[in-house]
C-alpha cells in the first residue's frame, strides 16, 4: 500500500519522533523481540464467507467456513484470530462443538484430536458491528458504504482467520444486499440473483492471498468497465461524483497491468477493479481489488502534471504502486512482517520503473532522488535496519526503510548486476513463489543464481545493517603519472563495500574510473594524464549516499 501522505512536514517529523522515542526504549530490553503467528499446528486452506448487510450498512449477519489442514502430529484446538462480535454457534464438520474466546481470538475444540493430514470444516456464525477492518463511513457523495481495510492484521475483526501474511488461502465471498447497493469483491465474478429488494453476489477467488488482502466494498457507487481488457478486466468501482474522470485517472492503470507483466509474468488474478472507498492508506493492494481513499481525484495546488497520461504525477504513481503489488506483496508474499520491504519495496521500486517507460530518465532519476530523501530524512530519526524484527507495532513499519530504501536496495542491485541478471533473477523468484510467501534470503538466492555472484555481504549490509554511506572525496597529483584519490565514509557503523563510480575531469573533458572501498578509509592510485579540475561521484544515481565533499 502506499503511506497516507497526509503524514508529511511537520506532523510527520513529530511521528517519526515519536516512533525514535519508542525505538530506542525497545532497545534497551533484551526482550525487544516480536513475535508472529505460525503456520505449525494447522493452516487455512479455504474460506467461504457469506455476509448479509441490513438496509443502512450499519450491521452484518454473518457465516464464515474455514477449510482446515492439520500440520501438527496431534491439534485439539483451532486457534483462530477474531474481534469481539457476537458469535451465535460454532460447528465442526457440521457438528456443534464447544468454544473459548480470549482477547482477539477464538478457540474452537475439537470433539477428538485430528492427526496430520486431516481435513475438516470450521464454521462460525456471528453477527453484529465490527470494530475495525470492515469500514462503514460515507464515501464522497455522502452515501454510507461498506469497505473492507485489512492491513496489517485486522480481517480478524470481521472475519475469523489465522491474521498472519503467511497463512494464505483462497476465498470465495457471497454478499447480500439492498438492491441499491452495488458490490465488488476478490476474485471472479460468478453469479448475482435476488429480487427486488435483495441482490446476492457471489465472487471467488481461486489464488491463495494474504488474509489482509481479503476485503468486499459495498456502495450506491458506479462501476464502470474500462474498454481495455488486453491484460485482464479492468474496472473501476466510484462514487457518482467521480464517474466522469475515474476513465481519465486511472489512465494509468492498463499500461501498468501490461508493463508489469511484460517485465515479470502474467497478471497473476482473474480481474483488477480499482475502487474508491474508505481506506487509512494513500492506497491499499487487495488482491484484485485495489482500494484507494475518497480524496484521490481531488485536485492540489501542488500537483505536477505527468506529460504522458495528463493526469497527477501522484495519481500515475499511487496507481502503479498498488498494481506493482498484485505481483509482489499478494502473489509472491512477505514470510514474516520483517519481510516487508518484498512487498513495499518493489511496489515503490516498480512505481519508479513505470516512470521511467512512460515519462523518461530524467523523471525517473528525479523519483529516485526524492525517495532517498524521504529515506535520509527518516534515517535521521530512527536507524533502524530493514529487516526489522524488533519493532512490535506493525503500522510503524510502513517506513521510509522499507519503501523508499527497499527501492534503492533494487534500484543498486540493478546497477551492480546489470538488467540482464536482475530482470531474470526477479522473473525466476516471482515463478518460484507465485501464490506463496517468500523471505528475503529467497530473493538473495533469485539472484545470485541469476548473476553468477555472491550477494551475501551488499545483502549483510544493506537490508540487515542500517544506514548508508557518506562519502567524502579528495585527490592529489602524484609525479605527472598518475592522481592519488582518498575515499573516506564518514557514517557511523561500519564501510559499505560497493563499488564507486567517479568521473574525473580534466582539461575539458571527462574519465570514468570506479574505486572499490576496502573500508572506511581507501586509497587509490588512478593513471590520468593530467591533474583533474573536478569529480562527481556516482553521476548516474546508482548508489544511495550522500556527498559530504568533494575537493582536491
Known sequence: MLRNKRLTGTRQARRFAIVALFICLAALSTFAQRRERLVDSWKPIHYDVDLTFNDQL????????????????????????????AIDSVLVSGTATKFERTPEMLNVMLASAAKRGDK????????????????????????IAAT????????????PTLDHPSAKATVTFTVSAPQRYQVVANGKFITLTGNAATSHWKFEEAKPIPPYCMIVAVNEGAIINSPDHATTNLLYNVPQRDVNYAPKGFSPAAPALAFFG???????????????????????????????????????????MSARFDVPKRLEEVVAHEIAHQWFGDSVTESTWADLWLSEGFATYFAGLFVEKYDGEDAFREYMRNAAQRYFNYEKQTNNPIHDTATINLMKLLNPNNYEKGAWVLHMLRS?????????????????????????????????????????????????????????????????????????????GDAFLDPVPVVFTLNGKQERRTIVPTGKSTNVSIQLLDNPSAAIIDPGDTLLKEIVSVKP
Open 262 to 304: 511484460q517485465t515479470v509474468a502474467p497478471y497473476p488474478y482473474e480481474k483488477l477493479a480499482l475502487i474508491i472507498g474508505a481506506t487509512q492508506f494513500g492506497g491499499m493492494e487487495n488482491s484484485s481489488a485495489i482500494v484507494f481513499p475518497s480524496g484521490l481525484f481531488s485536485g492540489r495546488t501542488s500537483d505536477k
Open 148 to 159: 473492507g481495510d485489512n492491513w496489517p492484521n485486522r480481517v480478524h475483526y470481521w472475519i
Open 58 to 85: 450499519t450491521e452484518i449477519e454473518a457465516r464464515t467456513d474455514i477449510s482446515v489442514e492439520v500440520l501438527a502430529q496431534t491439534l485439539t484446538k483451532v486457534d483462530l484470530d477474531f474481534g469481539d462480535m
Open 416 to 492: 551492480q548486476l546489470g538488467d540482464e541478471a536482475f530482470f531474470k533473477g526477479l522473473r525466476d523468484y516471482y515463478n518460484e513463489h507465485a501464490s506463496a510467501n517468500a523471505s528475503t534470503e529467497d530473493l538473495r538466492s533469485a539472484l545470485e543464481k541469476s548473476s553468477g555472484k555472491n550477494l551475501k555481504e551488499f545483502f549483510a549490509r544493506w537490508v540487515y545493517g542500517t544506514g548508508h554511506p557518506q562519502y567524502e572525496l579528495g585527490w592529489g597529483w602524484h609525479e605527472g603519472t598518475s592522481v592519488v584519490v582518498q575515499l573516506n565514509q564518514l557514517q557511523p
Open 120 to 143: 475438516f470444516k470450521v464454521t462460525v456464525n456471528y453477527h453484529g458491528h465490527p470494530k475495525d477492518g470492515l469500514i462503514f463511513a460515507k464515501d464522497a457523495d455522502g452515501k
